[in-house]
C-alpha cells in the first residue's frame, strides 16, 4: 500500500504562487507514474500534471501549461506542484495520485491523496 499527504494549498491573489507538495509513504513509488488533478465545486475530478518514474517525462494540461511545473524527488518519496501565475479558475482540491497505467486519466492511478484546497482570489 501507498500513502499520499498533500500540502501546501492554500488562499493567494491572482497572480501570485504557491507549491504543493506531496508525500508518499509506505511501499516506496520510484517506479510509478504520479500525477496531480483537481476538482471545483460541481465540477470532474480533472488532470493537471503527470510525471514518469524518473521524472524524464512531464505532461501538463493545457490551462496549465507554462504556469506549473510538476517535480519529483525519489529519494524523499516526493512530488512537486510549483503553481505560478494563478487564476481564480485553478481554484480546486489538488489531489496527488500514484499508479502505473496512461498518466492522463484518473483510471491510470491506484492511489491517492485526500486533497489540499487551493483558493485564488481576484
Known amino acids: 500500500q501507498v500513502q499520499l499527504v498533500e500540502s501546501g494549498g492554500g488562499l493567494v491573489q491572482a497572480g501570485g504562487s504557491l507549491r504543493l507538495s506531496c508525500a508518499a509513504s509506505g511501499r516506496t513509488f520510484s517506479s510509478g507514474n504520479m500525477g496531480w488533478f483537481r476538482q471545483a465545486p460541481g465540477k470532474e475530478r480533472e488532470f493537471v500534471a503527470a510525471i514518469s518514474s524518473s521524472g524524464g517525462r512531464t505532461y501538463y494540461a493545457d490551462s496549465v501549461k507554462g504556469r506549473f511545473t510538476i517535480s519529483r524527488d525519489n529519494a524523499k518519496n516526493s512530488m512537486y506542484l510549483q503553481m505560478n501565475s494563478l487564476k481564480p479558475e485553478d481554484t480546486a482540491v489538488y489531489y496527488c495520485?500514484?499508479?502505473?497505467?496512461?498518466?492522463?486519466?484518473?483510471?491510470?492511478?491506484?492511489?491517492w491523496g485526500q486533497g489540499t484546497q487551493v483558493t485564488v482570489s481576484s
Open positions: 495520485a500514484a499508479g502505473y497505467g496512461l498518466m492522463y486519466y484518473r483510471s491510470g492511478y491506484s492511489y
